[in-house]
C-alpha cells in the first residue's frame, strides 16, 4: 500500500553544469536545481513519448491552409 509521498533518488551532475543551471534559474519560479532539472527531464520524456505523429498529412495540410488564410503563414 502506497502511503502517497514522493520518493526521490539522487542523481549526480558535474560540478560545473550545476553552477550553469544555478544561473540559468536565478530569478524564474524554480527553487532548485532539482526541480529545474526534473522539469527538463519531463519536457524530455513528454516530447520522447509523443514522438507518434498526432496528426495526419491531410491534417496537417488543412491546419496549413486555415493558418495561411489567417495571414499567419505565407
Same mark, same amino acid.
Given at each position: 500500500?502506497?502511503? #502517497?509521498?514522493?520518493?526521490?533518488?539522487?542523481? @549526480?551532475?558535474? &560540478?560545473?553544469?550545476? %553552477?550553469?543551471?544555478?544561473?540559468?534559474? !536565478? #530569478?524564474?519560479?524554480?527553487?532548485?536545481?532539482? @526541480?529545474?532539472? &526534473?522539469?527538463?527531464? %519531463?519536457?524530455?520524456?513528454?516530447?520522447? !513519448? #509523443?514522438?507518434?505523429?498526432?496528426?495526419?498529412?491531410?491534417?496537417?495540410?488543412?491546419?496549413?491552409e486555415k493558418?495561411?488564410?489567417?495571414?499567419?503563414?505565407d
Amino acid at each position: 500500500m502506497s502511503d #502517497g509521498k514522493k520518493k526521490y533518488t539522487t542523481v @549526480s551532475i558535474p &560540478t560545473p553544469l550545476f %553552477r550553469k543551471i544555478e544561473k540559468i534559474i !536565478e #530569478g524564474t519560479g524554480f527553487t532548485s536545481v532539482s @526541480s529545474y532539472v &526534473t522539469y527538463v527531464l %519531463r519536457e524530455l520524456i513528454a516530447e520522447h !513519448e #509523443g514522438e507518434e505523429e498526432p496528426f495526419t498529412k491531410e491534417d496537417e495540410e488543412r491546419i496549413k491552409e486555415k493558418l495561411r488564410a489567417l495571414g499567419y503563414l505565407d
